[in-house]
């Protein structure tokens, strides 16, 4: 194991909502974090180096990530424009990632798939994470790669979602609800991408990355709300898609509903043994304030 205070990573997608977060807790365990943004986005980075680029080609980059151990690969797309398809985003610029890789003589990758992505998936959006892995593993890098399932904290999509609707008066649920989800909250995602850059045991795996609590999204609703009163209302899945196929504001998106509706579920108790962390449930995640 070398040690940690050597240690510097890069990060792309380092402005998002898993980036942001991992970074900050990487930094504070001493290890010096290398952000790549699209330009435009450094100022909302508050830790470590920021460097910019738009799809992780450019030659100048190769020499900024010199000592590099790691690259972790948070670049990511959920929702499809005309402008912007999953296969360039998640397929081509995971691509370019893996060629940085080489070039900067950066040995491991760590990238954030989908939980439920698998050979035979149906839809875009899986399709195109799944076309990532596969780059991934047959690049020669080191590699670690997550499936995750919703992760949790300020800020997390989710909850952005659930309390706009809050505001609104009423929580919309897609359908039955009772579809299940295993949240994992970003601060235990931090301390095991912190693991997998420096135990060998997470090496060339594909890992589950969900806590420790499966639970019905009818249920992670009523959690969410802690006892507030607001209105829950099941809408017909018909008319959720409708929306979402016509509707690029609509809450739900096509990808969300097919997330949600496969109803999903990992291996926890593997991660928990890979990494010996007690993670947080939702409940305490929501108790303490994580995502307010
Ligand atoms: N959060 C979850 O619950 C969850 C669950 C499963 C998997 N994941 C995966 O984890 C990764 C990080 O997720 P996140 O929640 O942090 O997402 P996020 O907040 O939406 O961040 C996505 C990042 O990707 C960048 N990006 C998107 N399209 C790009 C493009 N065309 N070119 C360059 N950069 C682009 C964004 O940069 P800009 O700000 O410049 O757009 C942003 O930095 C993603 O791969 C996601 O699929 C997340």
Redesign the pocket.
């Known amino acids: 194991m070398e040690h940690k205070n050597s240690l510097k990573v890069t990060m ?8 942001k977060n991992v970074g900050k807790a990487l930094v504070k365990k001493g290890i010096s974090v290398v952000g790549i ?2 330009k435009g ?1 450094e100022s909302s980075i508050n830790f470590g180096d920021v460097i910019t680029s ?2 992780l080609s450019e030659n100048y980059l190769t020499s900024k990530l010199h000592g590099c151990s790691a690259l972790l ?6 929702k499809q424009t005309v402008d ?1 398809d999953y296969h ?3 397929v081509g ?1 995971t691509k370019n990632a893996i060629k940085l890789c080489k070039k900067a003589k950066i040995k491991k990758i760590i ?5 439920g992505v698998h050979k035979d998936t149906t839809f875009g959006y899986f399709i195109s ?1 799944f076309q990532a892995e596969q780059k991934i593993i047959n690049s020669g890098l080191d590699y670690t790669i997550f499936r ?5 904290g300020k800020d ?3 909850s952005d979602l659930l309390f706009k609707q809050m505001k609104k008066g009423t929580i919309m649920i897609p359908g039955s609800g009772r579809y299940r989800l295993q949240p994992i909250f970003v601060g235990d995602v931090a301390e095991v991408v912190f693991q997998s850059i420096i135990q060998k045991n997470f090496s060339n795996k594909i890992i589950d ?1 969900v806590g420790p609590k499966t639970i019905t999204f009818n249920d992670y609703v009523k959690d969410f709300l802690q006892g507030k009163k607001t209105p829950i209302k099941n809408i017909d899945l018909e008319d959720a898609y409708h929306a979402a196929l016509n509707n690029p504001k609509t809450d739900f998106g096509i990808d969300d509903l097919n997330i949600l509706v496969g109803d999903y579920v990992g291996n926890h108790k593997k991660l928990k043994s890979m990494s010996g962390i007690e993670f947080k449930t939702h409940k305490a995640v929501l108790k303490t304030g994580g995502l307010s």
Do not use: C, M, P, Q
């Open positions: 792309t997608g380092a402005n998002g909502f898993v980036g943004v699209r986005k738009e799809d690969h948070f670049i990511g797309r959920g912007s360039k985003v998640n610029i990238y954030i798939s989908g939980l994470k995750a399932s919703y992760i949790i997390d999509s989710l990355l």
